[in-house]
């Protein structure tokens, strides 16, 4: 499974499904959004995953599900036993690793993957290294390059997830050269900004440039990021990968989906796909629904920040119950999803990543490009791609 197939998912409404397997990390990334460290032990239970990914059925389930953590590959053995149980019943596996393994000097050994990690690997559809300022503190970019194609050849699509300060990052230029003269460009890569949540919040600014006094409100648009649950460090299952919505305890009610103590996936992904208010937060944005339902609610906040606070605002979930809670409010769900995966992962990119990378989700023979953009043939180590296609 490549990199562009699984961004292509992101918009469609229970296609996808996100663990996080533990909060624990050995590293102490500067900007880590979770908060993860070596003595954090927080994690939703081995044996309450195995059970819930167990309830995935031929018929009912999610085409992809992403491990994450924390640290996922501190725990190998379950990400090879959920691998493997998804797999049986059609879902293919992707896990995101902060590549604690490849540190040098743990060991001497011939290869930087250990069996282990490289044994739960082998079950795995896709795998993807972070990589970016902060890691390379801690895990040199040689040695990730390095496990990279050992994994590679271990058998799952491989990528990088890279994050940097924005387009203008030397950083991300270097890296992104780096990539592709290393791996000849078959290599692709996800490519965001630090956001000032976690430890980045005490440090890092805006992503984005907030409206200027006046400009008005935040503008509506769809919102793809409220289309796959998540399993939640404590085992709660949430409708939004929001860093606050995954930490706050408890969580709001409108965007809690359950608890896989005692929910199974069917349960999940027919909450999911059965909120009219879900539903229009993804087919309408969470500041459209304000503009709405509260026309008269004062100055708007972020659209994260807006959606969080639909809890405490009945009548948003009175009029999207009014306005989406039956077949056309699933028939409108479904067009929109539709509609955001035929404009292809770049798209979805530019609007949650760093948009000037946006192409690098491709491998470079299909990055459409133009001269002066970071992967163009006027950049500094660009080339003019075999195509120009830019919808995937």
């Known amino acids: 499974m490549e990199l562009a197939e699984l961004i292509g998912l992101r918009p469609v409404p229970a296609a996808g499904l996100l663990v996080t397997l533990t909060r624990r990390c050995p590293l102490r990334c500067a900007h880590c959004s979770t908060g993860s460290a070596p003595e954090t032990r927080e994690q939703p239970g081995p044996a309450r995953l195995r059970r819930f990914v167990g309830s995935f059925g031929p018929s009912d389930r999610p085409d992809v599900m992403m491990l994450t953590g ?11 036993d959920l691998s493997a149980s998804a797999r049986s019943a059609g879902t293919r596996t992707a896990v995101l690793s902060g590549m604690f393994f490849a540190r040098p000097g743990a060991r001497a050994r011939s290869r930087v993957v250990p069996a282990s990690v490289l044994r739960a690997l082998a079950a795995v559809d896709h795998f993807s290294a972070s990589l970016d300022v902060h890691h390379e503190r801690e895990v040199p970019r040689s040695a990730v390059f390095r496990a990279l194609r050992e994994i590679r050849e271990a058998g799952p699509a491989v990528s990088l997830h890279l994050t940097g300060d924005g387009p203008g990052d030397p950083y991300l230029a270097d890296v992104t050269r780096a990539i592709d003269r290393e791996f000849d460009g078959t290599v692709p890569a996800l490519v965001n900004e630090v956001r000032a949540v976690g430890r980045a919040a005490s440090w890092a600014g805006p992503a984005r440039p907030a409206p200027a006094p006046g400009a008005g409100a935040v503008p509506a648009a769809p919102c793809a990021m409220a289309a796959w649950p998540v399993v939640a460090f404590d085992g709660t299952v949430l409708a939004c990968c929001n860093q606050e919505v995954v930490d706050q305890r408890p969580a709001p009610d409108h965007l809690t989906l359950g608890h896989i103590a005692r929910d199974d996936w069917a349960a999940v992904r027919a909450r999911t796909l059965g909120s009219p208010l879900l539903r229009l937060v993804r087919a309408m944005g969470a500041p459209g629904l304000r503009d709405r339902y509260l026309p008269d609610a004062g100055p708007a906040a972020s ?8 809890g405490d605002r009945p009548e948003v979930a009175a009029g999207a119950a009014a306005d989406a809670g039956g077949p056309a409010g699933a028939l409108l769900d479904l067009t929109v999803a539709r509609r955001r995966g035929e404009q292809g992962p770049v798209e979805l990119v530019r609007r949650y990543g760093c948009a000037a990378y946006a192409p690098w989700v491709l491998p470079r023979a299909l990055r459409p490009a133009a001269p002066g953009t970071p992967n163009g043939p006027g950049s500094p180590g660009g080339r003019t791609p075999a195509t120009t296609e830019a919808s995937l």
């Open 70 to 80: 924390g640290e996922p590959l501190l725990l190998p053995r379950l990400v090879a």
């Open 303 to 310: 659209p994260c920040a807006e959606c969080r606070r639909f």
